[in-house]
């Protein structure tokens, strides 16, 4: 007869196997690696050094500027569909939830594509101003404003009813007093989230590459891409792979500390 285990060894005991498995997993992955290959691959010098210069010079800077003005026309856009969507009056509501409704739904690269083929059919002639980067940050803003108008209506939401009220008996305008005391609130409360939605658009511009940029305006992934067709080898995407990580883990953690502050303040 067997004596009986504690739900402590029990639980020691799955762990200790656990790990031996992920041991075991890690070191057969090891001795089955061709590891020369994927060095030549994957990690090649001699290639990373034909696109080391462009890569931070123009790839990443265009990635930024492409990512900074979609976020700062979203941003732009997504407060006033907030407000539209807590409306009184019934179409603007209607309109603003239209909006998130069609512009969360669609892939972004649907919206890039309409961008880079519907407008010039829609309105010949018209050109956006700054050329791609124009249409570049403009299709970002519109992927973008749909996301941050739930953002910041939950925001205004979250802000005390008390706080408006307190400042029309002060003797504020409703206006004004949204635009000194609710909204001002509003955006602090959803600062963590829209830090979320920076690194989402930074990642999001990757898709330039459906408005046929040239060598100058390219972002990182079109870069890498590129690269990887001249030099028959991968190494450029992982050059390219490695400098959105150097962005979007350091954005991530400071959103989870904003998001970790923020709870500790309630």
């Known amino acids: 007869m067997t004596a009986r285990l504690s739900p402590r060894r029990r639980q020691r005991i799955s762990r200790g196997v656990q790990y031996a498995v992920l041991i075991a997993v890690v070191v057969i992955l090891v001795l089955i690696a061709d590891w020369p290959s994927i060095q030549r691959s994957f990690f090649n010098l001699e290639v990373a050094e034909q696109g080391l210069p462009e890569l931070f010079t123009v790839a ?14 979203g941003f732009a856009l997504g407060l006033p569909l907030a407000l539209m969507r807590l409306s009184s009056v019934a179409p603007y509501r209607w309109i603003a939830r239209l909006y998130v409704e069609v ?13 880079g083929t519907g407008l010039p059919i829609a309105f010949p002639g018209f050109a956006l101003p700054g050329g791609v980067y124009g249409s570049v940050a403009l299709a970002l803003a519109l992927v973008s404003a749909a ?8 925001g205004l939401q979250a802000v005390p009813k008390g706080q408006m009220e307190a400042a029309r008996s002060l003797g504020m305008s409703h206006s004004r007093a949204m635009v000194s005391i609710v909204i001002p609130q509003a955006v602090r409360i959803v600062v963590p989230p829209l830090t979320n939605e920076l690194v989402l658009l930074f990642k999001d511009s990757s898709l330039v ?7 100058t305006q390219v972002e990182l992934a079109k870069f890498g891409n590129d690269l990887a067709s001249a030099t028959a080898n991968p ?4 050059m390219a792979g ?10 991530g ?13 309630q």
């Open 60 to 73: 990443l800077v265009n990635t930024v500027i492409y990512t900074v003005t979609g976020y700062a026309l």
């Open 147 to 154: 996301y941050m108008a739930e953002t910041f209506r939950a």
């Open 209 to 215: 590459f459906i408005l046929g940029v040239t060598s």
């Open 242 to 251: 490695a400098t959105y990580l150097l962005i979007t883990i350091p954005l």
């Open 253 to 265: 953690y400071l959103a989870r500390r904003l998001e970790a502050r923020q709870g500790k303040g």
């Open 103 to 115: 512009f969360r739904g669609l892939p972004a690269l649907v919206i890039f594509l309409l961008i």
């Open 235 to 238: 190494t450029p995407i992982i």
